[in-house]
T-cell receptor, first 114, second 114 residues
Framework: EDQVTQSPEALRLQEGESSSLNCSYTVSGLRGLFWYRQDPGKGPEFLFTLYSAGEEKEKERLKATLTKKESFLHITAPKPEDSATYLCAVQARGDTGTASKLTFGTGTRLQVTL | GAGVSQSPSNKVTEKGKDVELRCDPISGHTALYWYRQRLGQGLEFLIYFQGNSAPDKSGLPSDRFSAERTGESVSTLTIQRTQQEDSAVYLC????????????FGQGTRLTVV
């Protein structure tokens, strides 16, 4: 069974204080790893997809990296508007019918203060 | 439409009543997913559609839950004889083809069973 574990559960940073969020995964074969941002009362918003170990993607202050066992979301010089819950999900290889679902972690709740 | 649309945004129902939740995916997206998010918890997979068929129904928690999709577009999630543990936010997502492509989420329907 595919599993995704995110740490820490919650993280409080001061504005400008860089840090990293971790996503460890166990999957029979990785098709893709996805990062989402979720604001309170809203649906998850897509950030990145990573497909193979060594791949990196960047968007503004966020950078996602992938190894064979985990992914990191690095936040550089965060701002208060980066406060949200960050979700990681994996999609496994296999039959396109039964393996297309995304398995999510429980998220890291990030709060950035002034 | 421009994004995934779900209706209603909020639904309060009495225990034992049936409810229908609707999802309008992004036009042209063949893959559609339903997820459930209980308060403070992660996203729980319910069902996956490819076109109008559902190759993966493994997440439906009981036979009180059913879903259909018509015209490779709109999907309806039906919960019969609702119970208090069904209270949650029900999220719908669509993706271009369900194969290594990102899924885009709607805002969700908050269901409260009283």
């Amino acid at each position: 069974e595919d599993q995704v574990t995110q740490s820490p559960e919650a993280l409080r940073l001061q504005e400008g204080e860089s840090s990293s969020l971790n996503c460890s995964y166990t999957v029979s074969g990785l098709r893709g790893l996805f990062w989402y941002r979720q604001d309170p009362g809203k649906g998850p918003e897509f950030l990145f997809t990573l497909y193979s170990a060594g791949e990196e993607k960047e968007k503004e202050r966020l950078k996602a990296t992938l190894t064979k066992k985990e992914s990191f979301l690095h936040i550089t010089a965060p701002k208060p508007e980066d406060s949200a819950t960050y979700l990681c999900a994996v999609q496994a290889r296999g039959d396109t019918g039964t393996a297309s679902k995304l398995t999510f972690g429980t998220g890291t709740r990030l709060q950035v203060t002034l | 439409g421009a994004g995934v649309s779900q209706s209603p945004s909020n639904k309060v129902t009495e225990k034992g009543k049936d409810v229908e939740l609707r999802c309008d995916p992004i036009s042209g997206h063949t893959a559609l997913y339903w997820y459930r998010q209980r308060l403070g918890q992660g996203l729980e997979f319910l069902i996956y559609f490819q076109g109008n068929s559902a190759p993966d129904k493994s997440g439906l928690p009981s036979d009180r839950f059913s879903a259909e999709r018509t015209g490779e577009s709109v999907s309806t999630l039906t919960i019969q004889r609702t119970q208090q543990e069904d209270s949650a936010v029900y999220l719908c997502a669509s993706s271009l083809d369900g194969w290594k492509t990102e899924a885009f989420f709607g805002q969700g329907t908050r269901l409260t069973v009283v």
